[in-house]
């Protein structure tokens, strides 16, 4: 072949290629995933805090893979960082349960929960304080031996915690080596975590079919990497952190754990040791959210589920202080434990488990001095703790609630007697109140009934009742349900009449021209859509009263009765029969 013709042939080819390539149909290029250097690319803006574009390439990686779990835990880091815990455990949720063995991702799930609850607590902590205003000022010079102990059942003083029953024997596994990990999917420990300049709103990424769908159940860790965290040696800086922390010189035990935990950040003993010494200095929920994540990276660390449950029930999240309590008791079954137990159900007003943990608490350790001093002020605290929470009842008129606090307060033998004479007191006028306020209630709980009961039988409009001619369209009489404001009442002929003010709907609205309803009634009676209602003497209901909303059911037969305005002038107006209502 001559050279002209192999120069001419190796010239198509690179035309064609060129072609091809400037085409973008080259399969190799269609099917090129770029995720994880999205990923990386992410990883590198929120390390240098630019979270907008950070969320910009996960958001360009979620869509070319939405099943990898490097992207949605970095979408958690990202939500995390900025404010929106919601969306951030989520993700976290996500990345876990599409990779079990991610221990970083479970302890997302665990710091983003610990601070949805911290947030929760917070909003119950103003309420406690607001009753606790409401209690000082109605109590006056009453003696403050309650209000501390009621104040230290709902919101207790922080305590430097008991001594922790020694966690029970674990055999220990053959560690299994396992592949190096890739950065993307497990960043340097989030311990350090920049705090942004100004919070941002960041949009979450759209549903996809293909995803798991987030809960708090995650998939169990597999077996490998579970005995892999937990085989950690153990190691002289650990001992010498938790002397440093027995000793109360926590400024060093935090530098030397700090320095362990960027060394190894999925080490549950460092975890727990940070948790024990934050929940020690007071800072409750930096505790309670490295002891979570201890135990999501180990769940046998059990004497991290002893300590947790002591920092939940001094934060008032009982519920966890409990599940956590039960979770310890199950596997150390203790007296001492028991009786914490039992205190957190009375504090929860749930008596039966309280006697039942107390009972459990006897039979281990019978006849004990101490048990039953500790049981008597138990039983003091919880007492007086019913009694002013009782007495907040009653000045906030919740006069049945407050009954039945005064009666377990009557029932317990801890009450102090002076607490005594006025809850007996007071326990009959809360129930002589409350059986008035229920008399009271009842016409209109027995109305709403009666009126859901009875349905209208036409969307009857207000220039529909006030047209005569329309009930040429009906061979009897129409029942309908109207919103309507009571702006008069009146007695004529052994009837009682209420002059009411429609609530006009969007159609009545348009049709008459009006924006909004107005419920001003003025002198001659004009301005509309007024109308009566009719019932023989005595037939309205005690709520039924000037200026007030009412939700009626009514039978018309498009009767009008001549009225006498203010200004003494006679004029017709539409009326309905009454047959039940309810306040609105």
């Given at each position: 072949?001559?050279?002209?013709?192999?120069?001419?042939?190796?010239?198509?080819?690179?035309?064609?290629?060129?072609?091809?390539?400037?085409?973008?149909?080259?399969?190799?290029?269609a099917?090129?995933?770029?995720?994880?250097?999205?990923?990386?690319?992410?990883?590198n803006?929120?390390?240098?805090?630019r979270?907008?574009?950070?969320?910009?390439?996960?958001?360009?990686?979620?869509?070319?893979?939405?099943?990898?779990?490097?992207?949605?835990?970095?979408?958690?880091?990202?939500?995390?960082?900025?404010?929106?815990?919601?969306?951030?455990?989520?993700?976290?949720?996500?990345?876990?349960?599409?990779?079990p063995?991610?221990?970083?991702?479970?302890?997302g799930?665990?710091?983003?929960?610990?601070?949805?609850?911290?947030?929760?607590?917070?909003?119950?902590?103003?309420?406690?304080?607001?009753?606790?205003?409401?209690?000082?000022?109605?109590?006056?010079?009453?003696?403050?031996?309650?209000?501390?102990?009621?104040?230290?059942?709902?919101?207790?003083?922080?305590?430097?915690?008991?001594?922790?029953?020694?966690?029970p024997?674990?055999?220990?596994?053959?560690?299994?080596?396992?592949?190096?990990?890739?950065?993307?999917?497990?960043?340097?420990?989030?311990?350090?975590?920049?705090?942004?300049?100004?919070?941002?709103?960041?949009?979450?990424?759209?549903?996809?079919?293909?995803?798991?769908?987030?809960?708090?159940?995650?998939?169990?860790?597999?077996?490998?990497?579970?005995?892999?965290?937990?085989?950690?040696?153990?190691?002289?800086?650990?001992?010498?952190?938790?002397?440093?922390?027995?000793?109360?010189?926590?400024?060093?035990?935090?530098?030397?754990?700090?320095?362990?935990?960027?060394?190894?950040?999925?080490n549950?003993?460092?975890?727990?040791?940070?948790?024990?010494?934050?929940?020690?200095?007071?800072?409750l929920?930096?505790?309670?959210?490295?002891?979570?994540?201890?135990?999501?990276?180990?769940?046998?660390?059990?004497?991290?589920?002893?300590?947790l449950?002591?920092?939940?029930?001094?934060?008032?999240?009982?519920?966890?202080?409990?599940?956590?309590?039960?979770?310890?008791?199950?596997?150390?079954?203790?007296?001492?434990?028991?009786?914490?137990?039992?205190?957190?159900?009375?504090?929860?007003?749930?008596?039966?488990?309280?006697?039942?943990?107390?009972?459990?608490?006897?039979?281990?350790?019978?006849?004990?001095?101490?048990?039953?001093?500790?049981?008597?002020q138990?039983?003091t605290?919880?007492?007086?703790?019913l009694?002013?929470?009782?007495?907040?009842?009653?000045t906030?008129?919740?006069?049945?609630?407050?009954?039945?606090?005064?009666?377990?307060?009557?029932?317990?033998?801890?009450?102090?007697?002076?607490?005594?004479?006025?809850?007996?007191?007071?326990?009959?006028?809360?129930?002589?109140?409350?059986?008035?306020?229920?008399?009271?209630?009842?016409?209109?709980?027995?109305?709403?009934?009666?009126?859901?009961?009875?349905?209208g039988?036409?969307n009857?409009?207000?220039?529909?009742?006030?047209?005569?001619?329309?009930?040429?369209?009906?061979?009897?009489?129409?029942?309908?349900?109207?919103?309507?404001?009571?702006?008069?009442?009146?007695?004529?002929?052994?009837?009682?009449?209420?002059?009411?003010i429609?609530?006009?709907?969007?159609?009545?609205?348009?049709?008459?021209g009006?924006?909004?309803?107005?419920?001003?009634?003025?002198?001659?009676?004009?301005?509309?859509?007024?109308?009566?209602l009719?019932?023989?003497?005595?037939?309205?209901?005690?709520?039924?009263?000037?200026?007030?909303?009412?939700?009626?059911?009514?039978?018309?037969?498009?009767?009008?009765?001549?009225?006498?305005n203010d200004?003494?002038?006679?004029?017709?107006?539409?009326?309905?029969?009454?047959?039940?209502?309810?306040?609105?």
């Amino acid at each position: 072949m001559s050279n002209s013709l192999l120069r001419r042939l190796r010239m198509s080819l690179t035309v064609a290629f060129a072609l091809t390539v400037l085409s973008g149909g080259g399969p190799a290029h269609a099917q090129f995933d770029n995720t994880n250097i999205l990923v990386e690319e992410a990883v590198n803006h929120i390390y240098q805090q630019r979270y907008q574009q950070a969320h910009a390439a996960l958001k360009k990686a979620y869509e070319q893979n939405p099943r990898h779990p490097g992207v949605h835990f970095n979408l958690g880091r990202l939500f995390e960082l900025t404010g929106n815990f919601p969306e951030a455990l989520k993700e976290f949720q996500l990345a876990a349960s599409l990779d079990p063995s991610h221990v970083a991702a479970r302890r997302g799930v665990a710091r983003c929960t610990v601070e949805l609850k911290r947030r929760r607590g917070i909003e119950q902590s103003e309420v406690l304080d607001l009753a606790a205003r409401e209690i000082t000022s109605t109590q006056g010079n009453r003696p403050s031996a309650a209000r501390s102990a009621a104040m230290s059942a709902a919101m207790p003083a922080p305590r430097r915690p008991t001594a922790l029953p020694p966690p029970p024997a674990v055999p220990p596994a053959p560690p299994v080596r396992l592949p190096a990990p890739l950065v993307s999917q497990r960043p340097p420990s989030s311990s350090v975590r920049p705090t942004p300049a100004a919070p941002l709103v960041l949009s979450p990424m759209p549903a996809s079919p293909d995803m798991p769908s987030p809960g708090p159940n995650l998939p169990p860790m597999p077996a490998a990497v579970r005995d892999r965290v937990r085989d950690i040696p153990f190691n002289e800086e650990e001992s010498r952190a938790e002397g440093l922390i027995e000793r109360g010189d926590y400024a060093k035990a935090l530098d030397l754990l700090e320095g362990l935990s960027n060394a190894n950040p999925d080490n549950p003993r460092v975890l727990f040791l940070l948790g024990k010494l934050f929940s020690l200095k007071g800072e409750l929920f930096n505790g309670i959210k490295y002891l979570e994540e201890a135990i999501k990276v180990d769940e046998r660390m059990y004497h991290a589920y002893y300590l947790l449950a002591q920092s939940y029930s001094r934060v008032n999240l009982l519920d966890d202080a409990i599940r956590n309590y039960l979770t310890y008791f199950g596997v150390r079954p203790q007296a001492g434990v028991a009786v914490e137990i039992a205190r957190v159900y009375e504090r929860m007003g749930r008596q039966e488990q309280a006697r039942e943990f107390y009972a459990k608490a006897n039979a281990m350790n019978p006849g004990n001095p101490n048990l039953q001093a500790h049981l008597t002020q138990s039983e003091t605290d919880v007492a007086n703790d019913l009694y002013l929470r009782g007495n907040h009842a009653f000045t906030t008129n919740d006069f049945a609630g407050a009954a039945t606090l005064f009666e377990q307060a009557l029932a317990s033998r801890g009450l102090d007697p002076t607490y005594r004479r006025d809850a007996e007191r007071k326990v009959q006028a809360a129930r002589l109140r409350a059986r008035v306020q229920s008399e009271q209630a009842r016409p209109a709980v027995e109305g709403f009934q009666q009126t859901r009961a009875t349905y209208g039988t036409v969307n009857l409009l207000y220039h529909q009742l006030a047209d005569i001619s329309f009930k040429t369209k009906f061979t009897g009489p129409v029942i309908a349900e109207w919103k309507a404001f009571v702006a008069r009442r009146f007695t004529r002929h052994g009837q009682d009449f209420l002059v009411m003010i429609k609530v006009l709907n969007r159609d009545e609205q348009e049709r008459s021209g009006r924006e909004q309803s107005d419920f001003r009634l003025n002198p001659t009676f004009t301005n509309q859509p007024v109308f009566l209602l009719t019932a023989p003497r005595g037939g309205f209901p005690p709520f039924a009263e000037k200026g007030t909303f009412i939700t009626f059911t009514g039978r018309t037969e498009w009767r009008f009765y001549d009225v006498i305005n203010d200004l003494g002038q006679s004029l017709k107006l539409p009326a309905f029969e009454f047959i039940s209502a309810f306040p609105s």
